[in-house]
């Protein structure tokens, strides 16, 4: 029943699939089973298996997982006068006449105008490339059957490009028994070819023994979902009169019934991964604390009751020998710093060596700024390397880093490197780890020494240091659960006391006069203000060439004001100087590229301009303006954009007026990006989903975590096999050891 479906080719071309024939089938069923090679298939020659190969498609189970992102819905021909603007639908009529048209501009363009009518109504073929055979074949009185997008052209409806086939008037073309799925094609794999495989592996499937379920836990017999074979029937052929909006929108029962089982392995791998980690040998850091609680006392401010109870957390993981592996989430501001310095003040006085990464080398100095301050009157060593560091000092640092003396070691990507050799090191701190990929935090993780390998230089289990995660991207507990399950997780959901909201406007590019007077009497009261230019030029060198213009610009028009410039072109030593000016209040207005976006802190700087904030991302938005907002002044953000406005843009740019808080911003962002881009799938352990959308459907999360475990329990065994149908080999990427 389902072998009569037309398909029609891409292009313009018209394409038949050709019925199988009943008996191969029956060949099929009794030799394969899910995990047979596509070869076997029938249309899959050496060059096909290859192409299908790159797609991720090495067997029967992976071409039924493949599923379609889209329908169409050609099971009707639509009479022409019901056609509506916006619609894809498949129709009929007569061709009436043809001509030779061309597009205005130029007019070199020439373009084949067809007249289609069927009684009810006329449209407009209108193709653009077209050959010397279709120009003889399509001629008045020819009849087409035609599948496409109709929308208003200048006079009337038309398509541009059309799927058609020229129909037989002697003979009946029946039309598709099924939506059409729409599946991602790529290069030498067409869309008529996925569903001619995705046809022969759907008969396969009617055979029993073909697909094992693994979802037999008692939790998902409670819950009446599709079985699986009806799912994968229904998502990959719907029905006549299947509900295209409700399958566009992912909530068919069939797409639930799959959804589950994708979260389920998603969660699945990232719990095994997990528990991977804690065979690894850890430091067990067994000291008193009285370092630590010296130290608290002697911090000018008070911890936050949260930055208490997230320290506590770490110091229970940090004593029990099994890795940590602990994501701190926190908003801009929350203060992850001074929690992140706690855990180093366990791991160096439990005699131990603790090293601190950040992204980019302004951040990293001013952590070193502050540990320095924070730790050298405790009689601590504190070490700085980074790229910048070379030659003979850097002999000197790694040494110090190898031999006992350095204790804690603050930089940027240079920490883990083939040549830093590290004495004992047994915590590794990763900041803003968005900006880190899974690898290279794990490889920081993995210069690990603990005691007991020191001392026998080599260890029955490989050894992993305490890892401390923390991001200024919160998204709501049941997505981070999610994303992060392979992570425990504390939040910081609170801010020091005393910081007041920033207010923030929205002001388009011609009104910069009144923005720069609003810097002039900011200045003059005491306070300092950062100029935040934004390029999207994708050269390092043109965004730092447009900062050094602004500055310039600024510099003549506001002459009472000391202007200053950083970006990522400058040398260490010239950004660590200009950053202890901004702080010392010798720079009053700061122009600098977006390299301030991350963990700078200056609390008297209590205005931002941030130019072409239309081109900015959400958290990109929220991160720069978490610059001002630190001190006792109330702050603003003036976000300037040069019209006009996309919808997105509008929308991004209100958002940021309304609110100040992380948790909303991050969920409105998930909403309009999505979870891959915006917690990006590189640095989690999320990897690209097939169906699921773990926004659209958080409502399962809950669930999904209990069948989990449940499926743990009960089922340890098709665990594995679970998680190879969805998640495939993506998974083996953070294995240790
Ligand atoms: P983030 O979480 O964005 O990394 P930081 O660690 O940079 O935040 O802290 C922001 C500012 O708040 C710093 O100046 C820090 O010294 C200060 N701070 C941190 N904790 C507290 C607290 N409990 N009370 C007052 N100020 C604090
Ligand atoms: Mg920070």
Same mark, same amino acid.
């Given at each position: 029943m389902l072998l009569k479906n037309i398909l029609f080719g891409g292009g313009s071309a018209s394409v038949f699939s050709a019925p199988l024939r009943q008996n191969t089938i029956k060949t099929l069923i009794k030799t394969l089973s899910h995990s047979d090679s596509l070869s076997h298939l029938k249309g899959v020659g050496p060059k096909v298996l290859e192409r299908l190969n790159k797609l991720g498609l090495n067997c029967i189970q992976d071409v039924l997982f493949y599923l379609p992102y889209r329908y169409e819905d050609r099971t009707q021909i639509v009479p022409i006068g019901a056609l509506r603007q916006g619609q894809s639908a498949l129709f009929e009529g007569t061709i009436d006449y043809t001509n030779i048209a061309f597009t205005k501009k130029g007019r070199h363009r020439r373009m084949l105008l067809l007249h289609l009518s069927d009684g009810t109504g006329s449209i407009i073929l209108r193709f653009f490339y077209f050959n010397k055979q279709q120009q003889q074949a399509l001629v008045a009185g020819v009849k087409l059957r035609c599948f496409g997008d109709v929308r208003f052209g200048a006079a009337s409806l038309e398509i541009v490009h059309p799927e058609y086939s020229q129909l037989n008037q002697s003979k009946v073309t029946p039309v598709e028994e099924v939506l059409t799925p729409v599946y991602h094609t790529t290069e030498g794999v067409s869309q008529l070819l996925l569903r001619r495989l995705s046809e022969q592996c759907l008969q396969l499937l009617n055979s029993e023994t073909l697909l094992p379920d693994y979802l037999s836990t008692k939790l998902f017999k409670q819950k009446e979902y599709y079985s699986l074979e009806d799912a994968l029937h229904y998502v990959h052929r719907p029905p006549v009169g299947a509900n295209i909006s409700q399958l566009a929108e992912g909530r068919h029962g069939s797409q639930v019934r799959l959804i589950f089982e994708e979260l389920l392995a998603q969660h699945l791998s990232l719990q095994i991964l997990r528990l991977n980690n804690q065979k690894n040998m850890a430091e067990k850091l067994k000291s008193e604390n009285?370092?630590?609680?010296?130290?608290?006392?002697?911090?000018?401010? =008070?911890?936050?009751?949260?930055?208490? %109870?997230?320290? /506590?957390?770490?110091?229970?993981?940090? =004593?029990?020998?099994?890795?940590?592996? %602990?994501?701190? /989430?926190?908003?801009v501001g929350s203060g992850k710093t001074v929690v992140a310095a706690l855990a180093c003040l366990k791991a160096v006085e439990s005699n131990m060596q603790a090293a601190i990464m950040a992204p980019t080398e302004i951040l990293a100095e001013q952590h070193y700024a502050n540990f320095r301050n924070w730790f050298e009157p405790l009689g601590l060593s504190v070490v700085w390397l980074s790229g910048q560091v070379k030659g003979k000092k850097r002999a000197q640092v790694l040494q110090r880093i190898k031999n006992d003396d350095a204790q804690i070691i603050v930089g940027t990507h240079a920490l883990f490197q083939e040549e830093v050799e590290y004495n004992r090191l047994a915590l590794a701190i990763t900041d803003e780890q968005h900006r880190f990929g899974v690898q290279q935090r794990m490889a920081l993780a993995k210069k690990a020494v603990t005691s007991k390998n020191r001392i026998k230089k080599q260890a029955d289990r490989p050894a992993l240091a305490h890892q401390l995660i923390m991001t200024a991207t919160p998204i709501p507990r049941s997505l981070a659960m999610t994303a992060y399950a392979d992570l425990d997780y504390s939040v910081i959901d609170e801010l020091p006391p005393g910081r007041k909201p920033v207010t923030t406007v929205v002001i388009p590019e011609q009104r910069r006069d009144e923005i720069l007077s609003r810097i002039e009497k900011a200045c003059a009261q005491g306070k300092q203000a950062y100029w935040v230019c934004t390029l999207v030029e994708e050269s390092e060198s043109l965004q730092c060439q447009a900062a050094e213009d602004t500055a310039q610009k600024l510099k003549q028009l506001l002459v009472d004001i000391k202007v200053g410039l950083i970006h990522g072109r400058l040398k260490s030593v010239e950004k660590e100087s200009l950053m202890a000016a901004f702080k010392a209040g010798d720079i009053q207005l700061l122009v600098a590229t977006t390299v301030i976006e991350v963990g700078v802190d200056v609390p008297n700087a209590s205005l931002m301009i941030i130019e072409n904030a239309e081109r900015l991302g959400l958290s990109q938005l929220h991160q720069l303006r978490g610059r001002v907002g630190r001190g006792k002044e109330s702050s603003h953000c003036v976000l300037m954009f040069k019209s006009p406005l996309?919808?997105?843009?509008?929308?991004?740019?209100?958002?940021?007026?309304?609110?100040?808080?992380?948790?909303?911003?991050?969920?409105?962002?998930l909403q309009l990006r999505g979870p891959g881009e915006v917690l990006g799938t590189r640095q989690t352990g999320l990897v690209q989903l097939k169906i699921a959308d773990i926004v659209r459907d958080e409502y399962l999360l809950d669930d999904v975590k209990l069948a989990a475990r449940q499926m743990l329990e009960e089922s340890p065994e098709e665990v594995q096999a679970l998680i190879n149908r969805w998640v495939g080999s993506a998974q083996q990427y953070v294995k240790v050891g």
């Open positions: 009285h370092l630590l609680y010296k130290f608290i006392q002697s911090l000018p401010f =008070e911890l936050t009751r949260a930055q208490h %109870r997230v320290n /506590q957390s770490i110091l229970k993981d940090l =004593e029990s020998g099994i890795p940590m592996m %602990r994501l701190v /989430q926190g908003d996309s919808d997105h843009a509008k929308e991004r740019l209100a958002i940021m007026r309304k609110t100040n808080s992380g948790f909303e911003i991050a969920r409105k962002d």
